[in-house]
């Protein structure tokens, strides 16, 4: 089995390949779309509702999930338009320390690695670890796990032209959410570019 390296250093990290795939995603639905805003999310006031994104940009939701009793770690992210429709979506689960802060950074680097390498250039980054934003917006650098995945996070930004890291509550991340809570469940690592025949919007 592969190991999954970060930046060419070895951390330890494997992806799970495992057979069979029925996931359970019922909170999709409580991801609820409201009217268009012309003004993006600030990372400081934490938005209760998920919002389209203005015309132009994309929206990506990211969290991660800790699965003790598997000893894995779990990731969710999905892309929507101004739209609102799904235009791309991804879980998966990782073998890697049982830490939350790093399984939502992992999911993260996850996310931005899909959009640089399909060339989307307006994105806003929408996440309920709040750990993690801190840790995009900071200047220095933790030399652990979760800061060589944050930095890596951070070059992936750089090579993004509009980029928008906020802070939201998990209200405003459900799809993100149940992504990421079904990625137990899961076989390989799934990408979807099109709405799943089991998402129910």
């Given at each position: ?39 993006l ?72 690695s ?8 307006k ?10 934003v ?7 650098s933790?030399?652990?796990y ?27 991340n ?24 089991f998402?129910?919007?």
């Amino acid at each position: 089995m592969a190991i999954k390296s970060i930046s060419g250093l070895n951390l330890g990290f494997q992806m799970i390949h495992t057979h069979g795939f029925n996931p359970l995603l019922s909170k999709w639905q409580s991801a609820q779309v409201i009217s268009i805003s012309d003004d993006l999310p600030s990372a400081d006031n934490g938005l209760v509702r998920w919002k389209r994104p203005r015309f132009g940009w994309v929206k990506c939701n990211v969290d991660g999930a800790v699965f003790s009793h598997l000893n894995r770690l779990g990731f969710g992210w999905v892309i929507r338009d101004v739209d609102g429709q799904m235009l791309a979506a991804s879980n998966g689960l990782l073998a890697g320390p049982l830490d939350a802060g790093l399984a939502e950074a992992l999911s993260f680097r996850e996310a931005l690695s899909w959009l640089k390498a399909h060339s989307f250039s307006k994105a806003i980054m929408e996440t309920d670890a709040l750990k993690v934003v801190q840790a995009l917006k900071s200047q220095a650098s933790d030399p652990n796990y979760f800061g060589l995945i944050i930095d890596e996070c951070k070059v992936f930004l750089k090579d993004i032209t509009d980029c928008n890291v906020c802070y939201v509550r998990m209200s405003a991340n459900n799809a993100a959410h149940s992504l990421a809570r079904a990625s137990c469940s899961v076989s390989d690592v799934h990408v979807w570019g099109s709405v799943p025949p089991f998402f129910s919007l």
